[in-house]
């Protein structure tokens, strides 16, 4: 699933090919795509036609723009595989192609591809008052580690009060968004923290450590256009990420750790995977 760095790099490019421009048409080519949209097909693409999309936002893994003059935004998720594509109108369909939608400039058209269906878009009321127009169905969610306003202090207390293990707390998205499991274990790694470090012992300079480990790992993969391990995860014009050739634990099993040259070990974790160096990031020790 595309994580933090991966949905910024859609963000930044629907805000440049998207964002201010009028919807002339909406085609919705699999209800599934729009199955959070309760009131159906129609409505989703009636609420867009003739309707300017303003800047491109992010809350975690969740996109949206703001639909002129409604209270509302459009919104996106993409799942397992979905894509927000950016493509000339007369470039072939998809194979997956779910949702078109064309513009009165008649330039190119937003699509919206996803394989596995998992993924949706959306028109949902929006927070009243709000400059950013964040739609009510994610407004439980935490800010991210690059967001300007990202509290770290009441992150570090919500942490030490969760009392649960650092990798959960770095997933639960009610305390901080965005972060994946590849992005855990690569910040984990960079902190040199066990996944199973329990959170309720952290000290601010740790919590401080793990903080600027994200927000490094983060920033080093938006740098590389997001991790690409296979076709499903693209910009919006296409093209893959290249991060996955810097990563230094996920994926790199066996394979000897960068800093001290121990071998990277995976261990199963919640119908995952926990990839770690033993020796640099030593298990806490039971009670």
Not at 23 to 47: I, N, S
Not at 233 to 259: H, I
Not at 267 to 272: D, I, L, S, T, V
Request: overall charge positive; glycine content about 8%; some cysteine.
């Amino acid at each position: 699933m595309p994580e933090l760095p991966e949905v910024e790099v859609v963000r930044r490019g629907l805000d440049r090919w998207v964002s201010g421009r009028t919807v002339a048409e909406t085609q919705v080519l699999h209800p599934r795509a729009v199955r959070r949209h309760t009131a159906g097909a129609e409505d989703f693409a009636a609420r867009l036609a003739g309707r300017t999309l303003g800047p491109a936002h992010r809350r975690g893994k969740y996109l949206w723009l703001p639909v002129e003059d409604t209270g509302a935004s459009l919104l996106g998720h993409l799942g397992m595989s979905g894509q927000l594509l950016v493509q000339p109108p007369e470039a072939p369909d998809e194979t997956h192609l779910r949702v078109r939608v064309r513009f009165t400039d008649g330039g190119r058209e937003l699509r919206f591809v996803d394989q596995r269906t998992f993924g949706g878009l959306t028109v949902h009321p929006a927070e009243p008052g709000d400059p950013e127009a964040t739609p009510l169905a994610i407004a439980h969610i935490a800010r991210d580690p690059l967001d300007p306003r990202f509290d770290d202090g009441v992150f570090h207390t919500a942490l030490r009060r969760r009392r649960t293990t650092v990798k959960r707390a770095l997933l639960d998205q009610s305390l901080v968004s965005g972060v994946g499991n590849i992005y855990a274990d690569e910040a984990l790694w960079r902190a040199r923290l066990h996944y199973e470090r329990p959170t309720a012992g952290l000290t601010r300079p740790q919590t401080a450590l793990l903080l600027q480990s994200v927000r490094d790992v983060m920033t080093a993969a938006l740098a590389a256009g997001g991790t690409s391990f296979d076709s499903l995860y693209v910009n919006v014009n296409g093209e893959s990420g290249y991060f996955s050739r810097d990563l230094d634990a996920y994926g790199r099993r066996d394979e000897p750790c960068r800093r001290c040259g121990t071998p990277i070990r995976r261990e199963p974790w919640m119908n995952r995977s926990s990839y770690f160096c033993p020796r640099c990031q030593p298990a806490p020790r039971t009670a």
